[in-house]
């Protein structure tokens, strides 16, 4: 479930903010149903629920950045998902300055911590995998790496308007306790239909993907936000390794603007 959570992380861009602040704001909520394409049938596998929280990290005001994950109840006497992220992000510049992972599936589990240092340009990770020993390790801070959380929403604050077709935004992720040098790819406007809101101006765009165990490498993935002043992600898909994955927005509150506005 952690990488069907990461379907929706890698919804990234660039991290340039607008002069009219951030496209979101405290108590947005936006909950997607995650699907899966296997054998001819797409079966819904999961939820998952990204929120914004006003809070505090030593001492100073941020953003509390929330990712929560879980399959349907009549998939967890198979694989069982309850999967949490978080991210504390500076309310000015969206840097992270805490980045926490809480992976609880089918009887595997791991937590991990990432302390940003910006004074020494470090990251400290604290990683805990089921009963092995605290693994304790520092890595170097490269300008503008975010984690995959805090990117989403550093994501919504691109102006779309001003890309070209087939342009590369370079973007910068952390995950893993490594760091990533990757780009997105602006594909356009199109409409998509919703199955509850009907047509939707959007742009489109395609993230190059980190090789991993679900998905391959390379654009294999189409992202399409709201092109409006939310820039709110509304529909994912991509190929993976066994089949196909999408993603649709079900439900949001809370929304900065009217949604279409």
């Known amino acids: 479930m952690r990488h069907l959570i990461l379907a929706i992380l890698l919804v990234v861009s660039s991290l340039t903010a607008r002069s009219q602040g951030h496209p979101f704001q405290a108590g947005e909520s936006l909950t997607y149903g995650i699907y899966y394409y296997l054998m001819g049938v797409w079966v819904g596998a999961g939820d998952v629920t990204f929120s914004v929280h006003d809070d505090t990290f030593m001492g100073k005001d941020c953003y509390r950045f929330k990712g929560f994950g879980k399959t349907y109840p009549r998939y967890d006497w198979f694989f069982k998902v309850r999967d949490t992220y978080e991210s504390y992000a500076s309310k000015e510049d969206l840097r992270p300055y805490r980045f926490k992972r809480d992976v609880n599936e089918g009887g595997f589990y791991f937590i991990e911590n990432n302390i940003y240092n910006y004074r020494d340009s470090v990251i400290y990770g604290i990683l805990k995998v089921k009963e092995d020993p605290v693994q304790f390790d520092t890595f170097n801070i490269k300008p503008s790496s975010q984690d995959v959380l805090s990117l989403v929403y550093a994501a919504r604050n691109i102006d779309f308007n001003s890309k070209k077709i087939g342009e590369k935004i370079p973007i910068r992720m952390v995950i893993d306790r ?3 040098d990757l780009y997105i790819r602006y594909l356009g406007v199109e ?4 199955s509850e809101l009907g047509d939707v101006e959007c742009h489109v765009f395609a993230p190059l ?9 390379g654009e294999r993935m189409k992202v399409w936000v709201t092109k409006d002043r939310n820039l709110v992600p509304i529909y994912v898909e991509s190929q993976i390794r066994v089949g196909s994955i999408r993603s649709e927005l079900k439900t949001y509150e809370g929304l900065k603007y009217p949604l279409g506005s």
């Open 178 to 180: 490594e760091i990533f």
């Open 209 to 217: 993907l980190v090789e991993g165990t679900i998905f391959r490498a």
């Open 191 to 194: 409409t998509y239909d919703h």
